[in-house]
């Protein structure tokens, strides 16, 4: 008899053993930690997706006042102070005041 409870004993704790290592495996915990690690990555890309859309727009921008200050100097030739005046007013228009001229 006391064999036969002594393996009970050692089954019951095998069992807890089992139980136990399961728990240091960490799958839930790990399985959580990404998910919330993902979570957060996933709002920060969204939080700086404005910003990179906002470089874009300002390269196509200054790509666009870059064209026009050159189409105004070829057009204005020989006129170097109503050039100066052109290119300070494209300079100082948004892109949408450009795509209107």
Do not use: C
Request: glycine fraction near 2%; aromatic fraction near 4%; proline fraction near 1%.
């Amino acid at each position: 008899m006391t064999v036969a409870k002594k393996q009970r004993e050692i089954k019951a704790l095998d069992n807890r053993v089992k139980a136990l290592e399961k728990e240091l495996a960490l799958d839930k915990t790990l399985a959580k930690i990404k998910k919330i690690l993902w979570a957060r990555i996933n709002q920060s890309i969204t939080g700086q997706w404005r910003s990179i859309q906002a470089m874009y727009e300002q390269v196509e921008l200054i790509g666009l006042a870059q064209f026009e200050t050159q189409r105004a100097k070829a057009t204005l030739g020989n006129m170097p102070e109503q050039a100066n005046k052109m290119i300070n007013f494209l300079n100082h228009q948004t892109k949408e005041e450009l795509a209107a001229l």
